[in-house]
């Protein structure tokens, strides 16, 4: 069975400092790794996906993520956050034999 | 290019009472269709999926169900709602076929609020 653990539910950062979201999974097969962005009271909008090649992957709004699979991690990060970012993102994976699985969400508030 | 409709955007029920969200997608043909309730610091929990016509499959036992009528209509339904049917209901579609590692699309949401 396949898991996603989002490892924190709050991460508060200022205005153009970089940010991290961490996101780690377990899966006995190949994995196939999202991550989605919810603003507020809206739908969840995908920001990146992972399915093979390159373990550094680009999305939009400048945010990017890299899978490890030694670590078995696809961490969020962007260099420098705005306002605007403020939002609940959620990690997601899937695989072949599965369906896509959520992790619990983690809630970036952007302070001015 | 596709979109995805769905309505209301907020609902306040009493208990016992019926429940039908209906959610539309356009510019795509046999989509794979979900609904996914989020309730709060719970992340998301997929409710039903639907690969066709009639063809639905439940996630979880609950007091819901689901209806696919027409290829791209997705109904939610419920005969009597309970106080912990609340929570913010999202419709999502992904591209026929292999749905792993096909991203999903999100309706807006549904506030369903049970008094």
């Known amino acids: 069975a396949q898991s996603v653990t989002q490892l924190d539910s709050q991460v508060p950062v200022f205005e153009e400092a970089p940010v991290e979201l961490r996101c780690n999974y377990s899966?006995?097969?190949?994995?196939?790794l999202f991550w989605y962005v919810q603003y507020p009271n809206q739908g969840l909008q995908l920001l990146l996906k992972y399915l093979s090649g390159s373990t550094l992957v680009k999305g939009i709004n400048g945010f990017e993520a890299e899978f490890n699979k030694s670590q078995t991690s696809f961490h969020l990060r962007k260099p420098s956050v705005h306002i605007s970012d403020t939002a609940e993102y959620f990690c997601a994976v899937s695989s072949n034999t599965g369906k896509l699985i959520f992790g619990q969400g983690t809630t970036l508030q952007v302070k001015p | 290019s596709q979109t995805i409709h769905q309505w209301p955007a907020t609902l306040v029920q009493p208990v016992g009472s019926p429940l039908s969200l209906e959610c539309t997608v356009e510019g795509t043909s046999n989509p794979n269709l979900y609904w996914y309730r989020q309730a709060a610091g719970r992340g998301l929990q997929l409710l039903f999926y639907?690969?066709?016509?009639?063809?639905i499959s439940s996630e979880v036992p609950q007091n819901l169900s689901a209806s696919r009528p027409q290829d791209r209509q997705f109904i939610l339904s419920s005969k009597k709602l309970l106080l912990s049917d609340s929570g913010f209901y999202l419709c999502?579609?992904?591209?026929?076929?292999?749905?792993?590692?096909?991203?999903?699309?999100f309706g807006n949401g549904t506030r369903l609020t049970v008094t």
């Open positions: 999502a579609w992904s591209r026929e076929g292999s749905s792993y590692n096909s991203p999903l699309h």
């Open positions: 639907s690969v066709g016509i009639g063809q």
């Open positions: 899966s006995s097969v190949s994995v196939y």
